[in-house]
């Protein structure tokens, strides 16, 4: 079975070269606004890197989606939705270089109905497997609420996946040091976004959209238990759902970036192959550099991971 990778990521080429709505490259780094910058790995934008980069982790298939710097949703959202026409089309050509690479598209959440045809043009007409957006938007606006509902309208018309990634930017209060904005606030972000999506009327009302949260679907899987029993014991939970939140999770697929072999061992026990997924989140330094050494340590069937990810993408 084909080893599929649904979480690594790629810079438009302009934006590596020339910069967009704030961001800019800098002595070979991509220097955000808020401050924070990241090397410009030639896997981001150069395609025979990434496929050299593919051959020596084993990966044949990589879909690739923009950097979760680059959402932009704090931006104007005319120059959010030019940005997002742009960088799809960046992608389109990228991917058009090989068989081997896919595309998930960017969306401009702060303009929904625009995000929307934005959907339907990159399925339709350029050929990507479904979109990636961020836990929230637009200063912290929850997936689940109704200003999205065009989206959620697209996205179950096409029946392919919405790819769930912490934004990164914007405050984190008492996450400033050690590094928690990654190593915990984007567990955190995650673990809001899904436990959400469990507790609203979203996945009832759009019977027709997996969802997939990276990086193991943050704390979530290892405290379902705790939102089960707030269900049982709370008003607030059952607001909008009658069965507990764990009945729900047959609408979630998450991905293998545990860097844990217990923490991936418990996840598979968890939902099992049929709801997990390769990712790598490479060329990130969070990344996993070698990530079917620790499918296989975990005792993670790959074939079945593969098929999983072929079935959910619609390969």
């Given amino acids: 079975m084909t080893v599929i990778d649904v979480h690594t990521h790629f810079l438009p080429p302009f934006v590596a ?12 780094w991509l220097a955000h606004p808020e401050g924070f910058r990241y090397p410009l790995h030639r896997e981001f934008f150069d395609v025979p890197a990434k496929l050299e980069q593919m051959d020596r982790t084993e990966i044949e298939v990589s879909v690739l989606s923009i950097t979760p710097t680059l959402f932009f949703y704090e931006s104007a959202a005319d120059e959010a939705v030019e940005f997002a026409r742009k960088a799809n089309d960046a992608l389109a050509e990228m991917i058009g270089e090989s068989d081997r690479l896919l595309g998930f598209a960017h969306l401009p959440l702060q303009a929904p109905e625009e995000a929307a045809k934005e959907l339907d043009r990159c399925i339709g007409e350029l050929g990507f497997k479904g979109a ?85 679907g943050g704390f979530l899987p290892f405290q379902i238990g705790r939102l089960d ?87």
């Fill in 17 to 28: 070269a020339e910069g967009a709505l704030g961001t800019k490259p800098e002595d070979g």
């Fill in 229 to 315: 029993h707030a269900h049982a014991q709370r008003q607030e939970p059952r607001k909008f759902i009658e069965d507990p939140p764990s009945s729900r999770l047959d609408r979630l697929w998450m991905d293998t970036i545990t860097h844990s072999d217990e923490a991936l061992e418990f996840l598979h026990s968890r939902i099992g192959p049929n709801r997990i997924v390769l990712g790598t989140d490479i060329p990130f330094d969070m990344g996993d550099a070698d990530p079917l050494k620790r499918v296989r340590r975990a005792g993670v069937d790959e074939d079945a991971i593969g098929a999983t990810a072929a079935a959910l993408l619609r390969l």
């Fill in 132 to 216: 990636h957006i961020g836990t929230s938007y637009a200063g912290g606006r929850p997936l689940d609420g109704a200003e999205l509902d065009p989206v959620w309208e697209a996205a179950d018309r096409h029946g392919l996946p919405i790819v769930i990634h912490p934004y990164y930017v914007g405050p984190k209060p008492g996450l400033e040091d050690f590094y928690f904005t990654n190593t915990l606030g984007n567990l955190i972000d995650t673990t809001v976004a899904g436990s959400r999506l469990l507790h609203a009327e979203t996945f009832a009302r759009f019977e027709n959209v997996p969802v997939v949260l990276v990086h193991a």
